[in-house]
């Protein structure tokens, strides 16, 4: 006899988790951000973070929101939460045909 595999849940699977942190960071920010409830850190030039923050990327290419460092947070959540979340979901639709 053929023994059938248990299919997952969708919203157990891991790139769906995965987008869904990603998306939550992004309401919390623009929640955040239309009533003034961003903590306010004032970061020194001469600071790596400073550096980093104060950068022309974060300021001026991509400028989501009015402060640098929910900028820099913006894309780091995109690069660690989003894009293997994409490839994730990439993966489960083509490559196994789910």
């Known amino acids: 006899m053929a023994t059938k595999k248990n299919p997952v849940s969708f919203l157990k699977k891991p790139w769906l988790s995965s987008i869904c942190v990603f998306l939550l960071s992004q309401i919390i920010f ?7 409830w961003i903590p306010y850190r004032d970061f020194d030039d001469g600071t790596l973070y400073g550096k980093i923050v104060g950068s022309p990327i974060f ?3 991509f400028a989501f929101y009015e402060e640098p460092h929910m900028n820099l947070l913006t894309i780091f959540f995109g690069i660690f939460f989003l894009v293997p979340g994409i490839i994730g979901a990439i993966k489960n639709i083509f490559v196994t045909g789910k």
């Open 59 to 61: 300021t001026k290419w």
């Open 30 to 36: 623009i929640i955040f951000e239309t009533t003034g």
